[in-house]
Structure formats: C-alpha cells, structure tokens
C-alpha cells in the first residue's frame, strides 16, 4: 500500500449512529454537494481540516477496541475515493464492515459522476447510504438516513446481482 494523503475533518473512535453497532467514524473533508441544512457544512471547503496519511488513520483503527465496522462520512469520502479504498481495505482486513455516506446516488456513482475511483471504491463498500440530504424528507423514522430519499445500498450484493439491492429499514434486520 502506498503513501496517500487526504484532507480529514475528523474521527469519532466510538460511534452507534453512523450504522449498526460500535463504529469508528472517519469524517472526510470536501464536498461539492452543499446540501440545504447540511449537519457538516464546516467539511465542505476541500482544503480544510487536517492533512493527513491514511496510514494515520489505519493506525487509529487497529488501535481502537471495541469497533463493529467503520463509517466514511464527511463531506463527501468519494471525493478522496483512493484514500477511502484503502481505509476500506484495512477494515475489512480487520474484520469489520464499512459503511460509506455520500451524496451521490448509486446510479450516478456508476455512470462516473464521481469519477473512475469511485466506481472502484464500490468493490470495497458493504453499505452505501446514497443521496443529497434533502430537508423537507427529513424523517425521524429514517434508520441511519436524514431524509427518506437517502438509501441504504447492498452493494455487495448489488454489484453480484446487476441491480441495486436496498436493505429493509425494519428493526432487527439491520
């Protein structure tokens, strides 16, 4: 694994509301999708946050007990899509799941509207929660979601069936 850098806004070692369990969440910085009533509008600027090797943060990770998966959130992971390959690719090596928010849908990820590393990010993806924020769908209901166009995307098992697989929301099945 090479040296690669990335813009973080920061990491939260022990987190229950980015997915199921006991998550670290890596909060990417950059994000072009600026959605109204955004909970992280300070990780928009690109060049913000801290410099930082994924190295760093793998380290984090392997130093952190406790962990069920980890959640690549931001600003938008996909914007730094190699560093999050391999953040990805640690976690999994370790076990855990990896849980990815964006802004991009799935569909637009795979016509390249996030570029050619996105597409590949999907390889290393279990959970993509896909979609802008959207204010006026905010939903209290919405398990892991903010507003109730936002989806949580089997990718895994999207990419083996050729069409996208959402996960049912119900209470146990996550």
């Known amino acids: 694994m090479g040296e690669t850098y990335m813009h973080l806004a920061g990491i939260v070692a022990h987190s229950m509301v980015d997915g199921p369990g006991v998550r670290m969440s890596i909060f990417f910085q950059g ?3 600026a959605c109204k009533g955004c909970q992280n509008p300070d990780t928009w600027n690109k060049d913000g946050g801290e410099y930082v090797s994924t190295r760093t943060i793998i380290d984090k990770m392997k130093q952190t007990k406790y962990l069920d998966g980890i959640t ?4 938008d992971p996909l914007l730094q899509s190699e560093a999050a390959i391999e953040i990805a690719q640690e976690a999994h090596k370790m076990g855990h799941t990896v849980w990815v928010y964006t802004g991009w849908t799935y569909e ?3 016509a390249g509207d996030a570029g ?3 597409i590949e990010a999907l390889n290393h993806i279990d959970v993509l929660v896909d979609g802008r924020f959207e204010p006026d769908l905010k939903s209290s209901e919405c398990i892991y979601r903010g507003s109730t166009n936002q989806r949580l995307v089997d990718v895994k098992e999207s990419i083996r069936s050729k069409i996208r697989v959402e996960i049912e929301e119900r209470k146990g099945i996550l």
């Open 31 to 33: 994000c072009i999708h």
């Open 72 to 75: 690549l959130s931001g600003g």
């Open 108 to 110: 637009e990820i795979l």
């Open 116 to 118: 050619e590393m996105a």
